[in-house]
């Protein structure tokens, strides 16, 4: 089983409201699955329907092989994006009580908070009350009451919200980190370069359907459109522009150079290869830059809604 | 299950070391107390002080009329005159009672004065009136020439002694002793479901706005939480109850034995030798009734029905506010959800109160076998002996009732939890009930 999670043709109602309309996807084992999607898309309903907050109308979900059954959250650690902690309540007292619901002994979870929060260096924060720290502070023990019970599945819904660049990183961090060390990532977010950075595979769902899902290699060779950008050196910028009008497909390019050199959005056509258009633009000018254009999530992302829509 | 317990403690804990939750628990029975013994003190600092009455009885007839009392002393001043009496009562005495001389004995009656500073306190009147009325009614039998012995032998007391067709004595004191034992249990329940019915909303609302919840309920039922929550909050209810009744307990033990209130017929001695005797009797008589009666009192299940109405009302009502809390986003959104449950109640305390009048009526049986309002219309009945067959009846519909209304709390409670944003409507609420 590669799978550490599989969700099977799941559909949910709310009334005549459809949340998930036979949605499946495969989560592989030590990978970070990206789950995208505009909002209200059902994104949050199947991570509900994961968490077995709510059950599916239709479809099964398996965790490892195993049809999901209570006993399974354990090996799940979800960090919704409607958070928080109780405010009254202090930091050690409320990370114990979450530690156990989870099903973790008492003992246990104190010598796993421990190794936490020295991690995150908060050891003096046990005896404070939520209220007294700041939103980025509770944030950081929120994040640890997700992953202390060392769970197989862990959900991160918008985990960087809330963070400045310093934590975000930390936190991005820790979640390499995990996924290095044997744990599946579930992650959705709405900042895509977060997705660019991270991600081994995606899924879009976009109006409770899915409508994409595979590696992200893939998917962006998939989306790849032969586009080429190149920066060439030269005099007469006019008749340059039309020799390459003539030959391929031109757009302006909006990156600004450094050097004086022209950048252009270059097509190739139908059975053309790159060595042609290199071919081609080293007889007529000095290039200066060349690159394929690689279409970027947010791209895909866009793209793939409108076309749905 | 062992997460229940989990959830429990924790809600019993938070509960319990919140300070309003140690300041109210403490405070309340000390409160009381306090009250109770600011009216005894006043009470008797009220009758330490001595009034002083001056008379002058030109009638000559009266000089033996007044004796003092506690409270009461007279002074004699009718060899004075009434212009320098009245000098000197203005200056030093309570007031001044002047007698005129008169022949016959009603237009006496009609003569008599009384003077002082201030408006005279209506208990030294009537004190006083009594004590002329007392005098003249003996100098009419003198001038009747009425043996006095006959009058007495006329005079009878009538206490009517009741007694049920079962054989158990009843009596007046042993009525209002039931309506007060009724009453205040009636009360008490009624108090604790709403207090602790709030306490178990707040909770849920809290959990909801501080979003918790999401995280929560992904490691246990909403369900589990809900019953958690409810159990925990009953944990601490009947824990505050405890310790009001042991500390009221003490301290009303330790005041009533400083201010003596159980030896009533102490203070008696000064009275005049007959009254004394009556009044003996009659308050050993009283002291002994209404102690026979609180032993009659049905206690041992006062007590039991108590703890089973108590915690199936609390079940019931505190469900309805679990439902309402996960419904609502904030305290002030309750208010339109609030009044029907509170409804139930208020009728429940009217209707007892009336039903402590005639507790087997009609109407006692119906609201005290309906479910919403038999745990405070049942407990102010049991005072006055229900038939079995009636506990039974309501205690089963309570418990029917209260498994429904769980089933019907955890569904919107379920949905509930997990919506932000808008207050819903109650054809909103009915659609979650599908969901």
């Known amino acids: 089983m590669n799978n550490v999670l599989t969700v099977e043709n799941v559909c949910k109602n709310y009334g005549s409201y459809t949340a998930l309309n036979n949605v499946s996807i495969s989560v592989p084992k030590g990978s970070i699955f990206g789950l995208l999607g505009p909002n209200g898309a059902g994104k949050t309903s199947l991570i509900r329907i994961i968490n077995q907050i709510t059950l599916p109308d239709s479809g099964s979900v398996y965790l490892d092989g195993e049809i999901l059954q209570p006993q399974h959250i354990q090996h799940i650690g979800y960090l919704p994006e409607e958070r928080g902690l109780y405010k009254s309540m202090k930091v050690g007292e409320q990370a114990l009580y979450l530690a156990q619901l989870k099903g973790m002994s008492k003992d246990e979870a104190k010598r796993k908070l421990k190794y936490w929060f020295e991690k995150f260096e908060i050891t003096h924060w046990w005896d404070k009350k939520i209220q007294e720290l700041s939103k980025g502070m509770a944030q950081k023990v929120q994040f640890i009451v997700t992953v202390m019970h060392s769970p197989k599945l862990l959900i991160f819904d918008e985990p960087f919200s809330g963070f400045d660049p310093i934590n975000a990183n930390l936190i991005k961090d820790e979640i390499l980190n995990l996924r290095n060390e044997g744990a599946s990532i579930i992650f959705s977010t709405h900042r895509m370069e977060s997705v660019e950075e991270m991600c081994d595979y995606i899924a879009l769902i976009n109006k409770s359907n899915k409508i994409l899902d595979g590696k992200l290699k893939d998917i962006k060779q998939q989306f790849k459109s032969n586009q080429f950008e190149v920066g060439l050196l030269s005099a007469n910028k006019e008749l340059l522009l039309n020799q390459i009008e003539s030959q391929f497909t031109v757009e302006e390019s909006k990156t600004n150079s450094f050097n004086e050199d022209f950048r252009l959005l270059v097509s190739l056509k139908n059975r053309e290869t790159s060595k042609d258009l290199i071919k081609f633009l080293n007889n007529i000018a000095q290039i200066t830059h060349f690159t394929e254009v690689i279409p970027s999530v947010n791209d895909i992302f866009l793209k793939s809604v409108a076309s749905n829509n | ?435």
């Not at chain 2, 009636?390 to 309570?398: E, G, K, P, V």
């Open chain 2, 1 to 435: 299950m062992g997460k229940l317990k989990l959830i429990i403690k924790r809600e019993f804990l938070a509960k319990v070391k919140n300070k309003s939750f140690i300041v109210m628990t403490v405070l309340s029975p000390l409160m009381v107390v306090g009250l109770f013994s600011l009216i005894i003190f006043l009470n008797e600092k009220n009758a330490e002080e001595i009034r002083t009455i001056a008379f002058v009885d030109e009638s000559q007839k009266f000089s033996e009329a007044f004796e003092d009392s506690n409270a009461v002393k007279y002074i004699d001043l009718t060899s004075l005159g009434i212009e320098e009496a009245r000098e000197k009562t203005k200056e030093f005495y309570y007031g001044l009672l002047v007698i005129p001389k008169s022949d016959s004995l009603n237009d006496l009656s009609k003569g008599i004065t009384f003077f002082s500073n201030d408006t005279p306190s209506l208990n030294v009147l009537s004190s006083i009136e009594s004590k002329l009325e007392k005098k003249i009614r003996n100098l009419k039998i003198a001038e009747l020439q009425i043996d006095v012995d006959k009058i007495k032998a006329i005079e009878t007391k009538v206490t009517i002694a009741a007694e049920n067709f079962s054989g158990e004595k009843s009596s007046k004191i042993g009525s209002v002793l039931r309506m007060a034992a009724g009453g205040g249990f009636g009360y008490l329940i009624f108090m604790f479901i709403i207090i602790y019915g709030t306490s178990v909303m707040r909770s849920v609302i809290e959990e909801k706005t501080s979003r918790i919840i999401e995280v929560i309920i992904s490691s246990v039922k909403p369900f589990q939480l809900m019953m958690g929550k409810i159990i925990g909050n009953a944990m601490a209810g009947i824990l505050q109850f405890i310790i009001w009744m042991v500390i009221g307990g003490i301290l009303l033990f330790a005041i009533t034995s400083y201010f003596g209130v159980g030896e009533v017929s102490t203070n008696s001695v000064q009275m005049a030798p007959e009254m004394v005797q009556q009044m003996q009797n009659s308050s050993n008589n009283d002291l002994q009734v209404v102690l026979q009666e609180i032993k009659n009192l049905p206690i041992l299940t006062m007590f039991f029905s108590f703890i089973i109405y108590f915690l199936g009302g609390y079940l019931i009502y505190s469900s309805i506010y679990a439902a309402i809390g996960a419904a609502v986003d904030s305290e002030t959104d309750t208010q339109q959800f609030m009044m029907p449950v509170l409804m139930p109640l208020v009728i429940a305390i009217y209707v007892g109160f009336s039903v402590i009048e005639n507790p087997h009526g009609p109407i006692a049986l119906g609201f005290s076998l309906f479910p919403l309002t038999s745990p405070i219309v049942m407990l102010m009945r049991i005072p006055f002996g229900v038939p079995w067959w009636q506990l039974i009846t309501s205690i089963i519909l309570l418990i029917f009732t209260f498994i429904g209304m769980v089933w019907f709390a955890a569904k919107i409670y379920r949905v509930g939890i997990l919506m932000y944003g808008k207050k819903p409507s109650y054809k909103e609420i009915y659609k979650w009930l599908k969901y």
